[in-house]
């Protein structure tokens, strides 16, 4: 059965960073395309990122290219988000994503001073 | 980048009504489109994608048409479970880029 099982969410500080992770199972994971979505609270659905699954080839929302950081270790069967400098406007519910329509049951990431 | 616009925005509908949602994308995406159904509280589930590919185990009611920049879902007798948020998503460029949503609510 597949799983993405997430964590890393919760409360930041404006300009602080968060790293979140999310690790897959049931699939192989190393042959699959990832990706990061985001809801803010009431909101509709935002693309992040995406990364190839081979690793080199990544791309990102305008609204978080230059902060955030798509990575995977395939080795690991593990998806990563790394956000730097976050700001209130990252406030969302965040989602892993990929191969056939797999999803993980989303974090919370609240950024509050 | 390319943008997504849906319409209507919100929607009221009976059991048993055909319903049709409408997105557009600013410029050509061949028939590199995607529909997504979110319950509150819950992740997005894919409908289908390259337009009019149903995702495994979607119900044949669920229909997509379209190329280029408009492009439709139609749904073609409301179920209860069917009252949910509507999304298309262009995958056609990198970065993707979801519509703003269409509500279907019950009348």
């Known amino acids: 059965q597949v799983h993405l099982v997430q964590s890393g969410g919760g409360v930041v500080q404006p300009g602080g960073s968060l790293r979140l992770f999310c690790a897959a199972s049931g699939f192989t994971f190393s042959s699959y395309d990832m990706y990061w979505v985001r809801q803010a609270p009431g909101k509709g659905l935002e693309w992040v990122a995406f990364?190839?699954?081979?690793?080199?080839?990544?791309s990102y929302a305008d609204s978080v290219k230059g902060r955030f950081t798509i990575s995977r270790d395939n080795s690991k069967n593990t998806l990563y988000l790394q956000m730097n400098d976050l700001r209130a406007e990252d406030t969302a519910v965040y989602y892993c994503?990929?191969?056939?329509?797999?999803w993980g049951q989303g974090t919370l990431v609240t950024v509050s001073s | 980048d390319i943008q997504m616009t849906q319409s209507p925005s919100s929607l009221s509908a009976s059991v048993g009504d055909r319903v049709t949602v409408t997105c557009r994308a600013s410029?050509?995406?061949?028939?590199?489109l995607a529909w997504y159904q979110q319950k509150p509280g819950k992740p997005p589930k894919r409908l289908m994608y390259a337009t009019s590919t149903l995702q495994s185990g979607v119900p044949s009611r669920f229909s997509g048409s379209g190329s280029g920049t408009e492009f439709t879902l139609t749904i073609a007798s409301l179920q209860p479970e069917d009252f949910a948020t509507y999304y298309c998503?262009?995958?056609?460029?990198?970065?993707?880029?979801f519509g703003p949503g269409t509500k279907l609510e019950i009348k």
């Open positions: 990364i190839r699954y081979y690793e080199t080839t990544k």
């Open positions: 998503l262009q995958h056609n460029t990198y970065p993707y880029n």
């Open positions: 410029q050509d995406i061949r028939n590199d």
């Open positions: 994503t990929g191969a056939d329509d797999y």
